[in-house]
C-alpha cells in the first residue's frame, strides 16, 4: 500500500490491471452487460450524441460495441420510447387535454438528453443531479445567445397546447443560412432546455423534439432538487464506477465538471485512493471494481471516436497508449487515418483504426492502420488481421451488409484477403 497526500492508505495497481478494470467497467471485458441498452445506459451514466452518420451514429455504436448486433428499433426505444407516431400523436392527445403524464414520463421514464459530456443521452433517474447545471444557466441568464424577450412565454404556450414539437414547427432554427445565426426561436427553446423547463423526448430526422418537462419528467424526478455539492458528489461517484479507476481529471472530464469541483467532493465520493504504476497523477478507483478480479471474454469491436471508452484523448494515451483524435473536420488532404477512424478494440488493446463506408450491400474500410506494436511479430501481424476481419464481419452483419472489402491498409494485401475469407460468415 502507498499513502497519499493526507496519509489515506492507497491501494496499488499495476498499469495492466487499471486497463482491465476500465474495460470491465465501460462492459468490454467479461459476459456481455445483462438488461440490454437501459442497463448499459444506467452503467455508462451517459451515451455522447452526434450528428455524425456513417455505419450508423454514435448512440447506436455505443450499445452495439457492448452488446454486439442490438436492433436499432431496440436501441431507439430504449433511449426514446415507443413507436414514434404513436408517442407524438399520444403526447399531443395530452397536451390538449391539458392532462399531466405523471410517474413514467412522455419517453417511458427511460431516458432524457442534457448536456453532461458534450451533448448526451443519460438515464432519466439521473435528472436530478443535473440540477447544479440548470441552476447555473439560470445565475448566469443566457448560454449561447441572450435570449428574446417574451419569445420564451411563446414556445411555452405552443407546447402546451400542441407539443411537442420541433424548432421548426415552433417557428425555424435559423435566421439566415448562417449555421450559428440561431432564430429567435430556437435560442429560446434552448435556453428552456438549458434550465430544465423543457425537455428533449425523441429525435426525429436528427431534429429535437421538445416537450414541457412537467408532462416528460415524473414529478418525483422534477421536483427533487439536490444541492450542488449532493449533485457533485453523485456524478463524481457516477463517473468513478463508470471508468473503474481514474485521475482527478479523468473524473471531472467524464461529465464536463470542474477538477476543483472534483476535490471538494471527493472525500464523500465513496471511491477509493489509488496509485497506478506509470500514472503521475493520483487516482480513484470504485470500490467493487477492486473486489473481483476483472478477466473473462475480451471484445473484439470497432468503437465510435465518441465512445466513452476513448472520448477523453489523455485517457486513452494513457491507459492505452492509443493517440486518437476525429479527422472528420480536418481537410482531406490532411487526413490521416481518415473522416471517421473507428478505434479497433480486440484483446484487451486498442490495436488500430478504421475509415468505415458502404457501398451498397458492402462494408469498405476505405483505410485500415494498425499500431506499429500490433505487427511487430508475424505472429502479432496475423492475431491482429484475425481481429480486423471479425470485427469488419461483425459490424456488416449488423448494418446490413453482405460482403466486405478493404481499400487501404499496412497489412500485407494477401494476409487481409486471407484473414477475411477464414472469417466469412457462413
Not at 84 to 96: I, Q, T
Not at 303 to 320: Q, T
Not at 362 to 385: D, F, H, K, N, Y
Request: hydrophobic share 40%; aromatic share 8%; glycine share 10%.
Amino acid at each position: 500500500m502507498g499513502e497519499t497526500a493526507g496519509g489515506t492508505p492507497a491501494v496499488e495497481l499495476g498499469a495492466d490491471e487499471a486497463r482491465r478494470l476500465q474495460l470491465r467497467a465501460q462492459g468490454f471485458l467479461g459476459a456481455r452487460p445483462r438488461g440490454g441498452v437501459p442497463a448499459m445506459l444506467e452503467r455508462l451514466g451517459a451515451v455522447q450524441l452526434d450528428t455524425i452518420s456513417v455505419l450508423a451514429r454514435s448512440h447506436e455504436l455505443v450499445p452495439y460495441a457492448r452488446l454486439g448486433p442490438v436492433g436499432r428499433g431496440a436501441i431507439e426505444a430504449a433511449y426514446w420510447g415507443g413507436a414514434d407516431g404513436e408517442r407524438k400523436d399520444k403526447a399531443k392527445a395530452n397536451a390538449k387535454a391539458g392532462r399531466k403524464r405523471m410517474g413514467s414520463g412522455l419517453n417511458g421514464g427511460g431516458a432524457f438528453e442534457y448536456w453532461a459530456h458534450a451533448a448526451s443521452i443519460l438515464p432519466m433517474a439521473d435528472w436530478p443531479l443535473f440540477a447544479f447545471r440548470r441552476r447555473a444557466y439560470l445565475r448566469r441568464g443566457w448560454r449561447w445567445h441572450k435570449v428574446p424577450e417574451g419569445v420564451c412565454d411563446e414556445i411555452r404556450a405552443r407546447l402546451k397546447a400542441d407539443g411537442p414539437l420541433t424548432t421548426k414547427e415552433l417557428g425555424g432554427a435559423k435566421a439566415s443560412a448562417e449555421w450559428w445565426d440561431w432564430s429567435d426561436h430556437k435560442i429560446g427553446i434552448e435556453w428552456l432546455l438549458d434550465v430544465g423547463e423543457v425537455v428533449c423526448v425523441e429525435r426525429v430526422g436528427w431534429r429535437r423534439v421538445y416537450d414541457l418537462a412537467e408532462r416528460a419528467v415524473p414529478d418525483e424526478l422534477r421536483t427533487r432538487e439536490p444541492d450542488d455539492d449532493a449533485c457533485l458528489t453523485a456524478l463524481v461517484a457516477r463517473a468513478g464506477r463508470a471508468l473503474g479507476v481514474a485521475t482527478r481529471g479523468d473524473l471531472a472530464d467524464y461529465y464536463r465538471i470542474r477538477q476543483d469541483q472534483v476535490d471538494q467532493v471527493i472525500d464523500a465520493t465513496g471511491l477509493v485512493p489509488a496509485e497506478v504504476a506509470g500514472w503521475p497523477q493520483r487516482a480513484w478507483a470504485d470500490p467493487e471494481a477492486l473486489d473481483a478480479a476483472p478477466r473473462g471474454r475480451h471484445a473484439t469491436t470497432l468503437l465510435s471516436p465518441f465512445d466513452s471508452l476513448v472520448w477523453d484523448r489523455a485517457r486513452a494515451s494513457r491507459v492505452f497508449g492509443f493517440d486518437h483524435r476525429l479527422e472528420a473536420y480536418v481537410p482531406k488532404a490532411k487526413r490521416v487515418h481518415g473522416y471517421f477512424a473507428m478505434p479497433l478494440l480486440a484483446g484487451g488493446r486498442l490495436l488500430g483504426r478504421v475509415d468505415p463506408a458502404r457501398e451498397g450491400r458492402t462494408l469498405i474500410a476505405r483505410q485500415a492502420s494498425l499500431e506499429p506494436w500490433a505487427t511487430r511479430t508475424s505472429a502479432r501481424t496475423e492475431t491482429s488481421a484475425a481481429a480486423l476481419a471479425a470485427a469488419l464481419w461483425r459490424a456488416a452483419a449488423w448494418v446490413g451488409c453482405d460482403d466486405v472489402r478493404v481499400e487501404r491498409t499496412d497489412l500485407p494485401p494477401a494476409l487481409i484477403e486471407s484473414a477475411l475469407k477464414a472469417t466469412t460468415p457462413t
